[in-house]
């Protein structure tokens, strides 16, 4: 630990106030939805606890609002607050194993593309050109679609949350491969490689004991910034109406139920969770931006 605090990476976190705030904004964000069913006021998934008489209640320092409900309470009765905290739970969940996803198809084809090269590395890069040539929200939007058709209509409330992980997962493998593939090609010709072949060492055996490891460097960074990307995807997914449901409300969902009573005066079933989803996403991505900078050999 003390090596970590004498680090370059350290001194430069420490030079940054803009990354520092970023860093404890997006870390009290994974804080509240990791505990939300412990630090929520309400449980929005509880009907005991929802009742319809509370409905579109203003927040709290308005002349009608409740303290109960700080920031007011959607046309369900719903606690905003706590719709927050649950919905920013899904779109973490989705994000991150949105981009694992990502990173294992990636980072695997790139190595294959990469130290295989000829016909494989071919293949591999037309399919990743011809999807870059796509918005990768329209890709999301198609294989969200086509999935749905394969999920019995019973099931698809249960399944969104696999699916809308699926389609933002296949969106985002292109970026890491092409990124991995360019690393492999300048390992592959070193001498440590060159020394393993040599000893009779097998092709699997250099890619996932050699060559992987000097590789995911820049893995981590690209992994970072699409954190932001997946979130984002996530909820112009569910503000569409083909993301999560309404039983299972994510903030592009939240977003996308308010927005209907937006000029009808109840602006807080909206706005809040308009300024969670921005807040999250600009302070991941300032961090992802610092985390590129700090790992650039070339600022140092």
């Known amino acids: 630990m003390s090596r970590f605090f004498d680090s370059d990476i350290w001194w430069s976190f420490k030079r940054s106030p803009a990354t520092m705030i970023a860093a404890v904004l997006a870390l009290l964000f994974i804080l509240g939805a990791v505990l939300a069913p412990l630090i929520a006021p309400h449980n929005p998934y509880d009907l005991a606890q929802i009742s319809l008489l509370d409905s579109n209640l ?20 719903r606690d905003i607050l706590s719709t927050i905290m649950y919905g920013s739970r899904i779109s973490l969940l989705v994000a991150l194993c949105a981009v694992a996803m990502s990173i294992v198809m990636g980072v695997g084809l790139g190595l294959l593309a990469g130290y295989v090269g000829g016909r494989v590395d071919s293949i591999i890069m037309r399919i990743a050109d011809i999807q870059l040539t796509f918005p990768a929200i329209l890709v999301a939007l198609l294989i969200s679609g086509i999935g749905r058709q394969f999920v019995p209509r019973d099931l698809q409330d249960s399944l969104a949350l696999y699916v809308i992980i699926f389609s933002i997962g296949l969106t985002g493998w292109v970026q890491y491969a092409r990124t991995v593939r360019g690393s492999t090609l300048v390992e592959k010709s070193k001498e440590y490689v060159q020394a393993a072949r040599v000893i009779g060492v097998s092709k699997m055996a250099i890619m996932v004991r050699h060559v992987l490891p000097n590789v995911l460097g820049p893995v981590l960074v690209i992994a970072t910034l699409n954190i932001a ?72």
Not at 243 to 268: K, R
Not at 279 to 286: E, G, H, K, Y
Request: hydrophobic share 45%; charged share 10%.
């Open 58 to 77: 203003p927040p709290m320092w308005n002349t009608s609002g409740n303290a109960d409900f700080p920031l007011g309470t959607d046309q369900q009765g």
């Open 229 to 300: 990307n997946a979130i984002i995807a996530e909820a112009t997914l569910s503000f569409l109406g083909v993301g999560m449901p309404p039983t299972q409300p994510s903030l592009g969902t939240l977003i996308s139920e308010g927005q209907n009573y937006l000029f009808s005066g109840e602006w807080w079933i909206t706005v809040f969770p308009g300024i969670a989803l921005i807040v999250m996403v600009v302070s991941v991505n300032l961090v992802g931006d610092w985390l590129r900078d700090a790992l650039n050999p070339k600022l140092q």
